[in-house]
């Protein structure tokens, strides 16, 4: 009688969670180690309140027919029974200097209004539109590792894909701050310097909005938990087991091969293969024993740089935002009362305001969010030395920005039902991410040029999912990483990869 291979898997992340659904389908016997209480990584949400207070989604690429997402997100079971709303805009920009901006997905009706605002820019504004266009004709095939991809795949792509690929690549070695200089308008300049991280790659913004354009990436009602929700149930309803309160602290090896995971409290769990899928820093520099990772390796961890830390404010408010349109990414605005979180002085902030997802808040309410740009340092060293001070911090951000949101929305400071902040420290303690990284590695040029592996040469049967082998993270990165990790394993077991959609 034989026995399933044994597959240890540590994160019950989006990546963890993807790799273990998979590997059900494929008959291995499976176990998540997950250090905190409760599935999710950073793709989290929290009660507040009466309110769900959505950590991450703000939309989900492959949410429709088109791409193969599509296909592995009703593989992995978040398709069926979720309902989700397609935004008509990206990104909303009010008062830069006196000038409302308008992000629309929908690229023909952005030429025009940005031509609007700058006429003496159509070149520029006629550049940009292009590669939106060029990159979302792009049919990349995503259902397959690359690894496993031979020369002729290879040449099939290029054929079918050259002018996208062209793009991209052209766009992967020009940063969004670099492609702004081209603008004469300094409206233009800065909503594009603004858009999120200007160091990052253009093609990384290029391809967020191609994906919008094509409708196919719409934002699942019911936010990060109901998604994390269904896959834990698609997870468990195969078979999978998943430990909670579980950390993993060593990845035992012999004879250049893992032996299994080893936890907190000295047990170890024998496993035939393991899958980090968790702080790629963890568990290459103090999970696994020295003398695996390569100096090239190594090289990429000291020079990338990782996404930087967020402070993420939430809030309840008592009434409703039928005047406000809805956007993707948000309405950002300046603020009347600059603030500084951490080390970092904000004069605008982009603020999530949820009118079009009533089933994060009670009735006649409406969740509000904003994600802001800090430093992990100074939050660290501040909660070392005072903790009531880093609280009282913590408090004066959530009153200034709730003075802010008075000050755009008038009578909101009167309407809060709560206020809260998440900090680095937070993200840090929740996920375990380095430097309290909510999304790996920045896509800046360099990082779209290197190329992250996700085993090593010296040790086998390990492999590692997630946003540490994908930069610019995001969902489905860390989704098609953990089916990646499980199609490789299949083939060095000889056996088929399967998938089926329940």
């Given at each position: 009688?034989?026995?399933?291979?044994?597959?240890?898997?540590?994160?019950?992340?989006?990546?963890?969670?993807?790799?273990?659904?998979?590997?059900?389908?494929?008959?291995?016997?499976?176990?998540?180690?997950?250090?905190?209480?409760?599935?999710g990584g950073v793709c989290a949400s929290w009660e507040r309140d009466g309110y769900a207070v959505n950590g991450s989604i703000h939309w989900l690429v492959g949410s429709a027919p088109g791409t193969d997402l599509y296909d592995m997100w009703r593989q992995l079971g978040v398709i069926e029974g979720n309902a989700?709303?397609?935004?008509?805009?990206?990104?909303?920009?009010?008062?830069?200097?006196?000038?409302?901006?308008?992000?629309?997905?929908n690229p023909a009706k952005l030429r025009l209004h940005l031509l609007t605002i700058s006429p003496d820019d159509g070149e520029a504004i006629d550049e940009f539109i292009h590669a939106i266009e060029t990159i979302a004709e792009n049919h990349i095939p995503?259902?397959?590792?690359?690894?496993?991809?031979?020369?002729?795949?290879?040449?099939?792509?290029?054929?079918?894909?050259?002018?996208?690929?062209?793009?991209?690549?052209?766009?992967?070695?020009?940063?969004?701050?670099?492609?702004?200089d081209k603008f004469k308008s300094s409206v233009l300049r800065q909503v594009f310097q603004r858009f999120w991280s200007g160091e990052m790659a253009m093609t990384f913004f290029l391809m967020q909005l191609a994906y919008a354009s094509k409708g196919t990436a719409g934002y699942p009602l019911g936010g990060s938990g109901k998604f994390i929700a269904k896959l834990e149930e698609r997870y468990r309803a195969l078979g999978g087991k998943l430990l909670f309160g579980q950390r993993v602290v060593r990845i035992p090896t012999a004879e250049e091969r893992v032996l299994g995971v080893e936890t907190e409290d000295g047990r170890q769990h024998a496993a035939d293969y393991v899958i980090a899928a968790c702080d790629g820093h963890t568990a290459l520099f103090h999970m696994l024993p020295e003398g695996y990772v390569d100096d090239r390796l190594r090289q990429a961890y000291q020079s990338l740089r990782p996404f930087p830390a967020l402070a993420y404010f939430s809030a309840?408010?008592?009434?409703?935002?039928?005047?406000?349109?809805?956007?993707?990414?948000?309405?950002?605005?300046?603020?009347?009362?600059?603030?500084?979180?951490g080390a970092r002085r904000h004069d605008r902030a982009t603020f999530q305001i949820y009118n079009f997802d009533p089933t994060l808040a009670p009735a006649g309410k409406t969740l509000i969010t904003a994600m802001l740009e800090t430093d992990f340092e100074s939050w660290h060293?501040?909660?070392?030395?005072?903790?009531?001070?880093?609280?009282?911090?913590?408090?004066?951000?959530?009153?200034?920005?709730?003075?802010?949101?008075?000050?755009?929305?008038?009578?909101?400071?009167?309407?809060?039902?709560?206020?809260?902040?998440?900090?680095?420290?937070?993200?840090?303690?929740w996920t375990g991410n380095y430097r309290g990284s909510y999304e790996?590695?920045?896509?800046?040029?360099?990082?779209?040029?290197?190329?992250?592996?996700?085993?090593?040469?010296?040790?086998?049967?390990?492999?590692?999912?997630?946003?540490?082998?994908?930069?610019?993270?995001?969902?489905?990165?860390?989704?098609?990483?953990g089916r990646d990790a499980i199609q490789l394993i299949c083939r060095a077991e000889r056996r088929h990869f399967d998938t089926e959609v329940p």
């Open positions: 009688m034989t026995f399933p291979k044994r597959i240890a898997i540590v994160g019950a992340g989006i990546a963890g969670l993807s790799a273990g659904i998979y590997a059900r389908m494929n008959g291995f016997d499976v176990t998540i180690f997950e250090m905190g209480h409760k599935a989700f709303y397609n935004h008509s805009r990206f990104i909303e920009y009010r008062d830069v200097d006196g000038v409302d901006v308008h992000f629309y997905v995503l259902d397959t590792a690359f690894e496993l991809l031979n020369p002729w795949d290879w040449t099939k792509i290029l054929a079918r894909n050259f002018s996208s690929l062209m793009a991209m690549g052209k766009y992967s070695r020009i940063s969004v701050n670099a492609f702004a309840g408010v008592a009434r409703t935002f039928d005047e406000v349109a809805p956007s993707i990414v948000g309405l950002n605005v300046p603020l009347v009362e600059p603030v500084m979180v060293e501040l909660y070392d030395q005072d903790p009531a001070a880093y609280r009282e911090a913590r408090e004066r951000i959530c009153r200034s920005l709730a003075r802010n949101l008075d000050a755009c929305f008038p009578g909101v400071g009167k309407a809060l039902d709560f206020t809260d902040l998440a900090t680095p420290l937070t993200y840090h303690n790996g590695w920045l896509p800046t040029p360099e990082a779209m040029q290197t190329r992250l592996p996700s085993h090593l040469q010296r040790l086998k049967n390990f492999y590692m999912a997630g946003h540490w082998v994908t930069p610019g993270g995001g969902m489905p990165p860390a989704a098609y990483s």
